[in-house]
């Protein structure tokens, strides 16, 4: 007698354990990141950005969660990191599905930290995408890929910094400046690349080390140069007192620390 085999369909997706035949749209974020603030990198975050945007909103199966971003941050810790720290927190809270991201290294570029923040983010039914090693963590060898990837990616930016490193002392020993000039209070770039003294910053200088030395700390002379409408280093505006505090601080102490002896050197 023969015997009857009755077929038994899946009815949950062995990758999201969302049943198949659900027509909830799946929550979807993006996270893009540049880890300098020049001009060139400023270009990719916008593109990221845009692309990412248009390219989840374009799908009809997937809703917009918004796109989280962190400029001019490094991706060798995720201490500093708010948009990607707001990120996790909202995908842990139950608020995204989903999360895509450029490649391994604009997610994280510490081995520990990204199969740490994976780890998670999968206990709670999350799953992130990458787009460049097409790589999904719901897959059953995506933290394989993602362990190697990671580590490369970390290997990568030990290399960079100490190439950068190495170039800085170079430029060092033999007697270069660099020095970021457009935010360098009482100096100018000259035209041979070094400095030349910009007098009316000058005179900002010697108040700033005559407050010094008259007792002031950075502080009461920070909130001075504030109440008094100085611009930041940078020719920005003071803006809200806590941005205030920040910029005329950082206005201060780094005059304090550029000029050893303001007498001479922006004489």
């Not at 990198?41 to 593109?47: C, D, P, R, V």
């Not at 991201?101 to 510490?110: G, L």
Request: aromatic letters at 8%.
């Amino acid at each position: 007698m023969a015997k009857s085999v009755t077929t038994i369909p899946a009815t949950l997706s062995r990758f999201t354990a969302a049943p198949i035949n659900s027509t909830k749209k799946r929550r979807v974020a993006a996270y893009a990141r540049v880890s300098t603030d020049n001009e060139e990198q400023l270009t990719s975050y916008e593109a990221q950005v845009d692309y990412y945007t248009n390219y989840i909103q374009g799908r009809d199966d997937w809703e917009f969660a918004g796109v989280y971003t962190d400029e001019g941050i490094t991706g060798t810790n995720t201490k500093k990191r708010e948009g990607f720290k707001s990120m996790v927190a909202d995908a842990l809270a139950g608020k995204i599905d989903l999360i895509i991201t450029k490649s391994v290294s604009r997610f994280a570029r510490n081995t520990v930290d990204s199969l740490t923040t994976i780890r998670s983010l999968k206990e709670h039914n999350v799953e992130c995408y990458f787009e460049k090693e097409n790589i999904w963590t719901f897959d059953g060898k995506g933290e394989l890929l993602l362990t190697i990837m990671s580590s490369l990616a970390q290997e990568e930016s030990r290399s960079i910094s100490e190439n950068c490193t190495w170039g800085q002392r170079k430029r060092f020993a033999d007697g270069k400046v660099t020095v970021p000039f457009n935010r360098f209070l009482g100096y100018d770039m000259g035209p041979d690349h070094n400095l030349v003294v910009n007098p009316e910053q000058a005179k900002l200088v010697k108040r700033i080390y005559g407050m010094f030395l008259q007792g002031q700390s950075p502080f009461q002379i920070a909130r001075t140069l504030t109440e008094e409408g100085i611009p930041s280093p940078g020719g920005k505006d003071t803006g809200t007192p806590a941005t205030s505090k920040a910029s005329s601080q950082t206005r201060s102490t780094r005059a304090m620390r550029c000029y050893r002896r303001p007498s001479q050197s922006t004489s």
